[in-house]
C-alpha cells in the first residue's frame, strides 16, 4: 500500500535532517530557507519486533519487513498560501501526501537562524497551519460558488454537496482545520476531489537538543507543543534529529547501545515510523513460510480478500478462504501445527476482518 507521510515545517527546524535519518537519502540540509524545493521521498522498514520471532520460529530463506514512505517537503513560509516563496508548489507537494508530520523547533542555537528570528513553537505552529487553512478556504470558496448554482438547479449531487462545503467553511473561517469539522465517512467521499490539505492527519515532533532529549519533560518548548496540540487531538512525539541522523549510520547493536548511554529506550525515528503507521489507521499481517516470512501493511477494518489482493490481485480475485492464526497463539505454541493442534488455527471466509498480527495463509483459485 502506497502510503506517504509529508514532513513539513518552517525553514531550519531540522526538517531534512530529520529525513536523512529517517531515510539515510542525504537530503540537502542547509542553514538557509529552501534549502528543498523538490520533495525528497523515501522509503523507511516499519520497526516491528514480531517479525523478528517468526523469522526465529519458521527459519525463513529470506525475511521482508513491511516499508513506509516519508516525503521532504520545502519550508513553508508565511504568505505561503498566496505564493509567497516557493509556497504553492509546496503546498501542491501536500496535497499528495496521506498525513503531515509538522517539524516544530523546540530548541534554542544561536548558530542556527530561525525564518523569524525567534524561537516561537506556538508561532511556528500556527504560521503553518493557518498557511494550510487559507488554501483550503480557497478551494472550498472556489467549489461552493460553482455548486451553489447547480443546487439552485436542483441538481441533486450539488444539494448534497452544498452543505457539506458550508460546514468546511464556518470552520475554516474560524482558522480551524477542516478535519475539525467532524465529517463523516459519507461526507468525507463528496468532498474528497477537493484534496484538502487541513483534512489529512496532523503529528507535531518535538525537535530538542542533545541535552534534553532524554528527558523533555522539562523543555518549556515541548509543554507548549503538547498543550496546543491537545487542544485539537493531535499526538506529539520528541526527537533530537542531530542524534537521529548520528545513529542512522549505526549497526543495530551499536545503535541500541548508543541509545542506552543517553537513556533513550526507543529511538525517536521508531517512534516516528510507528505514530504515523497509527496515524493512517495502518496495521500488519505476516504470511510465514520457509521461503518467506513477510509482513504487509493493511488498512485496519480491511477484510480478509482485500488484504489478500494486497499481495497479488489473483488473491483477492480468485479468494476461497483464509487460514488464520494469531501472532500470539503461533508464539505460544512454537509452530503451525502444534498452534493448530489445539485449535488455534482458523479457517476465514471472505467476510472476516483482518486483525494487526493475523499470521495468514490464503487459498485462492483463479
Known amino acids: 500500500m502506497a502510503l506517504t507521510a509529508g514532513i513539513v515545517g518552517l525553514p531550519n527546524v531540522g526538517k531534512s535532517t530529520l529525513f536523512n535519518a529517517i531515510t539515510k537519502a542525504g537530503a540537502l540540509a542547509a542553514n538557509y530557507p529552501f534549502a528543498t524545493i523538490e520533495p525528497n521521498v523515501g522509503s523507511v522498514t516499519v520497526p516491528d519486533e514480531r517479525l523478528d520471532k517468526l523469522t526465529e520460529l519458521v527459519v525463513p530463506k529470506k525475511t521482508v519487513p513491511t516499508t513506509f514512505e516519508f516525503t521532504d517537503i520545502a519550508g513553508i513560509v508565511k504568505g505561503a498560501s498566496t505564493g509567497e516563496g516557493l509556497g504553492n508548489k509546496f503546498l501542491a507537494h501536500i496535497r499528495e501526501v496521506d498525513a503531515i508530520c509538522q517539524v516544530v523547533r523546540c530548541f534554542e542555537d544561536e548558530n542556527i537562524t530561525h525564518v523569524s528570528g525567534t524561537v516561537n513553537p506556538i508561532d511556528d505552529i500556527e504560521v503553518i497551519n493557518l ?12 467549489r461552493i460558488a460553482r455548486v451553489a448554482k447547480m443546487a439552485k438547479q436542483k441538481d441533486k449531487e450539488a444539494m448534497v454537496e452544498e452543505p457539506i462545503l458550508q460546514k468546511l467553511k464556518d470552520v475554516l473561517e474560524a482558522e480551524k482545520p477542516a478535519r475539525a469539522a467532524d465529517l463523516s465517512d459519507d461526507e468525507k467521499k463528496v468532498i474528497k476531489g477537493l484534496h484538502l490539505l487541513t483534512i489529512k492527519p496532523m503529528l507535531y515532533v ?6 534534553e532529549v532524554a528527558d523533555p519533560s522539562e523543555n518549556k518548548y515541548v509543554k507548549m507543543v ?44 521508531d517512534q516516528l515510523i510507528k505514530a504515523s503507521y497509527s496515524l493512517l489507521g495502518l496495521a500488519t499481517y505476516f504470511t510465514a513460510g520457509v521461503q518467506e516470512v513477510r509482513a504487509w501493511t493493511f488498512r485496519k477494518g480491511m477484510k480478509a480478500p482485500q488484504c489478500a489482493g494486497i499481495i497479488h490481485s489473483d488473491f483477492e480475485r480468485g479468494f476461497i478462504r483464509a487460514e488464520t492464526v494469531a501472532y500470539t497463539d503461533l508464539v505460544e505454541y512454537g509452530s503451525k501445527p502444534a498452534a493448530k493442534e489445539a485449535g488455534r488455527v482458523r479457517a476465514e471466509g471472505k467476510e472476516y476482518v483482518v486483525q494487526d498480527g493475523d499470521v495468514l495463509e490464503f487459498l485462492f483459485n483463479v
Not at 518535538?206 to 541535552?211: G, L, P, T, W
Not at 496540540?229 to 506529539?236: K, L, R, S
Not at 547493536?253 to 529506550?265: M, P, Q, R, T, W
Open 226 to 269: 503538547q498543550e496546543y496540540a491537545a487542544a485539537e487531538g493531535a499526538q506529539v512525539i520528541t526527537v533530537c534529529a542531530k542524534i537521529e541522523e548520528e545513529i542512522s549510520e549505526l549497526e543495530d547493536d551499536e545503535k541500541k547501545e548508543f541509545l542506552a548511554e543517553l537513556g533513550i529506550a526507543e529511538s525517536g525515528l
Open 131 to 142: 498557511e494550510l487553512i487559507l488554501a483550503d478556504m480557497e478551494s472550498v470558496d472556489k
Open 206 to 211: 518535538a525537535n530538542v537538543s542533545e541535552d
